[in-house]
């Protein structure tokens, strides 16, 4: 890459990171296990994400999408170890005490859509009584205005009224995710972070959720989509960042990643091509073990396009970590 | 043949999940049973898989009306059939490691003696390296473990393959590699294949045809 394009895709960089709800440089994290090994589930990821944008981390399950979402949210077991920054608003996610994430951060600043909603919802209580008791926790609304404000809250993310009364369990998925989705509203969060929201869901239904989380995100949030379901992140997203063992390995605007021209990293293209309306054939091999990575590449064992080049990392350059980067498709 | 004859199903009396659900799969056919969550696929899926007794109608394996269900059937028409499910924590005990949790059925069935060599066999199949058939579930991935599930339901070389939802919580990669690894079995073995789901783009692509499930409950003739 000459100089000029690499000064270029810095100024862009640069002008993302100021406009960012949230700017991610560095983060990486490591569990500690006994016995002396270590896991990099997380390594030196670096992303923006502005208002109104929906950044999707697409990535097979074990990239380490997940534990980036926890440690954006404070959420890492006590053997983790994360370092690098993660700013919104001024506050670094990854500093922050528990006290400040509990108080200012969680629900308020960053909104968390769950995987598994009936898992997150507790059973024993209506969905009424779990988004009333919300408002009162996030917002200042006196107790005489909870009850609309919580209607208000399942109106916004069409939770039908009719069903405010009922127990999670009396939910169907569909509207456990929107009960889900309410909750995580109810701070009015800058920065909603859906982990898998649509696992387990059927097709119609993956798309009314996606769509449903596009609406919130063209209501000025940003929406980080962390998934596995391609299809999902190819309808609602702007940007798409591909993770492969712990590492971002592409980060691309949807319609060029999802469009003719194509991705450029090799396993994103191999993951492309293994949706059944592509070309349908797997990667072959699996992903290394995160508590055992190469030295060079993690990809380079399954890679079609290997040489000795890579034996040595590749840095993420113009959006993508490789030294043999493919040609667009078209 | 796999003949499901107005099967009615369901784990309360008298409030069956459906009633008079009817599908037949030719030998050798790969059929994708296509239906939103919830709606009882999955009931009839357990019911072919001789897992679910049915509240009425029957079942026909190859011939051979199906009168017993379990570990009540007879073992020839239960090793038969394989099955595979969608959630492999669930279906796999967390004690076993992976070649182990492959070999179960040959165990159960005393045939423990070809145990290592089918194993042997079945790994590579699945893309499972021998390294990680030493370890245990808590191990491995959902897509290892979803594998080494896949394995177990061929140990025993069965005709049919049962697969419900089986890569409804896995990665494009991943699905495509067990949908290869059943169907290169299938052309081996000359297996028929009743795929249960709600991806129509999957199931279409899968298999030789796809039914919906309201037609399923369509009574023949009416
Ligand atoms: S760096 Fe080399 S091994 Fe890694 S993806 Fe690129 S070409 Fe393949």
Redesign the interface.
């Known amino acids: 890459m000459n100089a000029r394009v690499a000064r270029a895709l810095d100024a862009v960089t640069a002008e993302r990171a100021e406009n960012a709800l949230l700017s991610v440089r560095g983060l990486t994290v490591r569990f500690r296990l006994r016995g002396g090994r270590t896991v990099a589930a997380v390594t030196d990821a670096d992303f923006d994400l502005a208002a109104g944008e929906c950044l999707a981390l697409v990535?097979?399950?074990?990239c380490g999408k997940s534990v980036l979402a926890s440690a954006l949210l404070g959420l890492l077991p006590a053997n983790a170890e994360t370092s690098g920054t993660a700013l919104t608003d001024g506050t670094d996610l990854l500093a922050a005490d528990e006290k400040t994430l509990a108080r200012s951060v969680r629900g308020r600043r960053v909104g968390l859509v769950p995987q598994s909603p009936a898992a997150h919802l507790t059973p024993v209580r209506t969905v009424r009584a779990h988004l009333e008791e919300t408002v009162r926790a996030l917002t200042d609304t006196p107790r005489a205005g909870r009850r609309k404000a919580a209607e208000d809250a399942a109106d916004r993310a069409a939770f039908p009224a009719t069903h405010l009364d009922a127990y999670p369990h009396e939910l169907?998925?569909g509207l456990a995710q929107r009960a889900a989705t309410a909750l995580a509203l109810i701070g009015d969060a800058p920065l909603l972070l859906a982990d898998e929201p649509t696992?387990?869901?059927?097709?119609?239904l993956v798309e009314r959720t996606a769509d449903e989380l596009r609406r919130h995100t063209d209501d000025g949030r940003g929406l980080l989509l962390i998934t596995?379901d391609?299809t999902a992140a190819a309808r609602i997203a702007d940007r798409v960042a591909v993770m492969y063992a712990g590492r971002i390995v592409e980060i691309a605007p949807a319609h060029r990643f999802f469009g003719t021209t194509g991705p450029a990293h090799p396993y994103a293209r191999?993951?492309?091509d293994?949706?059944?309306?592509r070309a349908?054939?797997?990667?072959p091999?699996?992903p290394p073990e995160l508590s055992d990575l190469p030295e060079g590449c993690a990809f380079a064992a399954r890679c079609p396009r290997a040489t000795d080049l890579c034996a040595t990392v590749p840095a993420l350059r113009a959006g993508v970590a490789c030294h043999h980067p493919e040609r667009p498709r078209a | 043949m796999l003949e499901l004859d107005a099967v009615t199903a369901g784990y309360t009396p008298r409030e069956p999940v459906f009633r008079g659900a009817s599908l037949t799969l030719a030998p050798g056919e790969s059929v994708g049973l296509l239906g939103p969550s919830g709606c009882g696929k999955s009931t009839l899926a357990r019911v072919a898989a001789l897992l679910h007794r049915p509240d009425a109608g029957r079942l026909v394996l190859d011939g051979t009306e199906v009168t017993a269900w379990r570990h009540r059937a007879p073992r020839e028409q239960r090793t038969a059939v394989g099955v595979v499910f969608q959630q492999p924590r669930t279906a796999a005990d967390p004690r076993l490691s992976l070649a182990d949790l492959i070999a179960e059925p040959l165990r159960a069935t005393g045939r423990k003696a070809e145990a290592a060599a089918r194993v042997a066999e079945l790994a590579p199949a699945v893309g499972l390296t021998p390294e990680l058939l030493t370890r245990r579930p808590h191990a491995v991935s959902d897509g290892q473990l979803q594998r080494a599930c896949l394995a177990r339901a061929l140990s025993l070389r069965p005709r049919w393959l049962v697969c419900d939802e089986m890569t409804a919580m896995l990665d494009a990669s991943t699905t495509a590699a067990l949908v290869a690894a059943v169907e290169s079995y299938r052309r081996e073995t000359g297996a028929g294949l009743l795929a249960v789901g709600h991806d129509r783009v999957l199931l279409n692509r899968w298999c030789d045809r796809t039914v919906e499930w309201k037609d399923c409950l369509r009574t023949p003739g009416a």
């Open positions: 990535g097979e399950s074990g169907s998925g696992t387990g869901l059927d097709r119609d596995h391609l191999g993951l492309l293994a949706l059944p309306d349908f054939t797997p990667i091999g699996m």
